[in-house]
């Protein structure tokens, strides 16, 4: 097994030895939703308020772990993977750290939530532009419109501007620390717009390629 897989079994095992060791001191009804102003809004039952972030933490883990090997275009995926595990890593560390925020606040902390998540979204999507720079044509992860899985070189193009706004939209959220109850704007916000530019962006440069190809005499060949 590979140390980076070991460290997320690792993680993960932790938060059920968390989730079995608080159990006895939770109440019934466990804090599970907060609202954009920090403040719990919904409660879920003792069991699944404790064990649903492991159990996701789980299948997350092990889904990503299995893209690589059943990619299509594995060999692709092969060079990046290092990067890839990374974030894997990455996301299920900000699960952890989400989980251990919940666990505290049922147990009487109180804090504004909101604000101490924003750091790490602001990692994840740092890392999210990291791995985007690196990232080679595959079927599971990057930017996979219709033009960037039809064009190699518009999946290039696409994948290296949104690495440059990924990696801004991380540290735009970190903003969100002190931005009190409109935390959640500066993480949704940039993310959201990114993505919609990044859509269209991948559209525009598959037309460009496109027109330049019906023009040449020897169009290339697109994916």
Known sequence: MRKLETAVLAIVLLS????????????????????????ADAYSPKF??????????????GLLFL????????????KFRSYFENFVLIITLFLFYLYSLTIAWNLGARFNLLALITPGFAVLF?????????????????????WTMSSENVWNKTHKIGAKLFKACGAISLLGVFAGDYAIVFVIAPVLLASIYLFIYSYLEYEKEKKVNKKSPHPKRMA
């Open 48 to 61: 699944w308020g404790l064990f649903i972030m492991p159990i996701i933490s789980v299948f997350l883990a």
């Open 16 to 39: 059920f030895a968390l989730s079995l060791y608080f159990y006895e001191q939770m109440p019934e009804r466990i804090a599970s939703h907060w609202n954009f102003r920090g403040e």
């Open 126 to 146: 740092y890392y999210s532009g990291v791995l985007m720079e690196h990232a080679k044509m595959n079927w599971f992860i990057g930017i996979r419109t219709p």
């Open 67 to 78: 893209i690589p090997r059943i990619d299509p275009m594995k060999a692709n995926v092969e």
